[in-house]
């Protein structure tokens, strides 16, 4: 395993795949992981102990399902007890890296979420039940139940106070609804200028074969969903872990919105996938600078 993955390094090729990432005001990192965001080969259940508890403002967990995928490796192919048994583990492991503000979104799926949810109860408040509506379209398939479609997302947080900041994540209403909603009754309501709350669940299309975001990982999660995970649980300038980063998707959103990142995974492929997505990336993490982060950062641990 490498563990060179934080370093700045320079990109030789650019990421045609990563294109429709590009979209934030450029400033001049191109070619460089930004500082502020560390990509670690290594392995979370091993490593964790390196990461100091109380560090992190949010976890975006999306682990292995206990689905049987491949991802060069064999972390997948737990299931039943065995399955539920890492999963605490590991949960065991990153809740108490999170600050009494913080709050954690986890990827699942029906099978397990129910013992998943029961269990995270018994240690953080739950804030929310999010299905993800991957959009997938009709086709033949299982004729003894209904087609699933969705994957369950549990959304956590230490205490009551957790940090929560909806008007980032606001959807704009279009001018038709405006122009509907404009009696006396609903002058001046934030929610009709700023646009609505998304609610909790959130139709947005996986990423197929030839979709733009789509790098070689075969389960990566689109950029918007896990973008508004990080604009409404992290606080600007933040820290955001992220267990099982697989192709660095949550990496890619905290150096789009100028939150520091640490993420882990133990396929070195997808490090390197990840390294390449955020380095091509036209945005500095402005907030974070990486005198400040070297000299006082509690995460120089992770590194050493
Ligand atoms: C569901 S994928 C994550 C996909 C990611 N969200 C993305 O958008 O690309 C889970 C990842 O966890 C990695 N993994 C499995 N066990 C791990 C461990 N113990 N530590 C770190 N990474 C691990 C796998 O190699 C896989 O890439």
Known sequence: MRDEFDEPQSTLDSNPASAGEAAVPAVSTVGQVPAGIRLLNRDFLTDAVNLPDGSIDLIVADPPYGLGKDYGNNSDMRSGDDFLAWTRSWLELAIPKLKPSGSLYIFCTWQYAPE??????????????IIWDRRVPSMGGTVRRFTSVHDNIGFFAVSKDYYFDLD???????????????????????????????????????????????????????????????????????????????????????????????????????????????????????????ASAAQSDPLTAVES
């Open 116 to 129: 998943i949810f029961v269990f995270l109860k018994s240690h953080l408040t739950m804030i929310n039940e």
């Open 168 to 290: 980032p994540v606001r959807i704009p209403y279009d001018a038709a609804t405006k122009k509907a909603r404009s009696r006396k009754l609903f002058e001046g309501s934030k929610w009709l200028e700023m646009g609505y709350n998304p609610k909790d669940v959130w139709s947005v299309s996986r990423l197929h074969r030839q979709h733009a975001e789509r790098v070689d990982h075969p389960t990566q999660k689109p950029l918007e969903i896990v973008e508004r995970m990080v604009l409404a649980s992290c606080p600007p300038g933040g820290r955001v872990l992220d267990p099982f980063m697989g192709s660095g998707t949550t990496a890619v959103a905290c150096a789009r919105q100028q939150r520091e990142f640490v993420g882990y995974e133990i396929n070195e492929s997808y490090c390197a996938i990840a390294r390449e997505r955020v380095s091509s990336l036209p945005v500095a993490v402005a907030a974070v600078s990486s």
